[in-house]
């Protein structure tokens, strides 16, 4: 760096800065004898001679003299204590800085955690608020398991029970009075009111009349007879067996045939001529499934003019049968009624009086009698068609028709 000139210091030239104070005299005395003019010879003539020439060592230290020396800048004493005055300001903005960084670091970890604290705190009620919510929804939902528990319970103690036997009391008695008052219609167009003949014309009359009358047809598949129609129930069972029709039209079967059912079926056609008891099966569905194949077959002959007609102890067994001939025949609850394909009993003597009447219209009745029948009633055997469940230790007994 080059160092910069006081202006308070006068200006100086490089020579008279660097004299020497013995340059100084030497120049003092050379100007004095300027004046004397007898020394300014003597020193001229010691010039002009070489042999008076100074000593080496001389001349060395004249030039050392004379060589200028470089003096460092020095800073005025007055500009020390404000240059200390702003380092010392740097010094303490700098602290300011660090301690401002510090705070800001430390803000923001607290600012962070408490955040933490708060997201923790939100999160934690919202599942202990979840929680009580799912306990008072469990308990609202056992309580409606419990309240539906009692209602079914009621209804099959109370509706299903007393309603249900109610309603099967007043159809069979709305079916009797129905057939009572047919019957009293017909007897009634039958009667001639002007004069009557004697008795012996009357009753030869009487046999005339029974003579030319139509003789009911008497079904008797074990007759060799029915030999077309055997072949045409082997053919259907046969189907039914090994070529099940799951979506087959109404009154069909539609579930799978067993040989142990076809075994039965068979029986009760070819052995038993269509009338008499069969050993029951495992379980009432079992039953029901040959039941529906014998409606079924019947149907496939006869068509609508067979009516099965279901004889159970109990309005549940009913309930049972009804819903299996649905499952199995492929019918609605408006096939089940007094005048239409299948008529449910709980009484074997509305039984008889139903199917009576369908003979006389020249109908075709199938009485299907549930196990649970202990004994079946004599009269039942006037009818062509029977097909009753008996229980093993019944079959072949002397007394389960009586």
């Not at 009692?150 to 103690?157: A, K, L």
């Amino acid at each position: 760096m080059t160092p910069e000139l006081n202006p308070n210091f006068p200006e100086e030239t490089t020579s008279d800065a660097w004299l020497t104070p013995a340059d100084a005299g030497q120049d003092g005395d050379a100007q004095e004898p300027a004046e004397d003019g007898g020394e300014e010879g003597v020193v001229s003539e010691e010039l002009a001679l070489p042999e008076d020439l100074p000593p080496m060592d001389a001349m060395v230290a004249a030039v050392e003299e004379m060589t200028p020396v470089v003096v460092p800048e020095t800073v005025p004493e007055t500009e020390t204590p404000a240059l200390e005055d702003l380092v010392a300001q740097k010094t303490a903005l700098e602290k300011d800085i660090a301690a401002l960084q510090r705070e800001k670091a430390q803000w923001y970890g607290q600012q962070f955690q408490q955040l933490q604290r708060e997201m923790a705190r939100l999160v934690e009620e919202g599942t202990r608020e979840l929680g009580q919510r799912k306990a008072a929804l469990e308990k609202e939902i056992e309580k409606l398991e419990r309240r539906q528990e009692r209602i079914q319970q009621e209804m099959r103690t109370t509706f299903a029970g007393a309603s249900q036997e109610l309603a099967i009391r007043v159809q069979g008695f709305k079916d009797y009075l129905v057939g009572s008052l047919q019957d009293l219609v017909s007897a009634a167009d039958q009667l001639e009111l002007g004069v009557g003949d004697s008795w012996e014309s009357s009753s030869t009359h009487g046999d005339a009349i029974i003579e030319n009358a139509d003789p009911t047809p008497v079904v008797s598949f074990a007759e060799q007879g029915f030999s077309s129609q055997k072949r045409q129930i082997q053919a259907l069972l046969e189907q039914y067996r090994t070529r099940p029709d799951y979506y087959g039209p109404p009154w069909q079967l539609r579930r799978t045939f067993e040989p142990v059912h076809a075994e039965r079926i068979e029986n009760w056609f070819f052995t038993l001529g269509g009338r008499g008891a069969i050993l029951s099966l495992d379980s009432r569905l079992q039953n029901i499934l040959v039941g529906s194949a014998a409606i079924a077959i019947l149907n496939q002959l006869y068509g609508d003019r067979c009516r099965a007609l279901i004889l159970a102890a109990t309005p549940e067994r009913l309930g049972e049968w009804r819903r299996g001939l649905q499952d199995c025949l492929g019918i609605s609850r408006s096939d089940f009624g007094p005048d239409r394909g299948i008529v449910l009993f709980e009484s074997a003597n509305a039984l008889i009086q139903r199917a009576e009447r369908l003979v006389g219209d020249r109908q075709m009745p199938l009485v299907l009698v549930d196990e649970t029948e202990e004994q079946i009633d004599l009269a039942l055997l006037q009818f062509p068609l029977l097909l009753a469940f008996a229980p093993s230790y019944q079959v072949g007994g002397s007394n389960y028709f009586s």
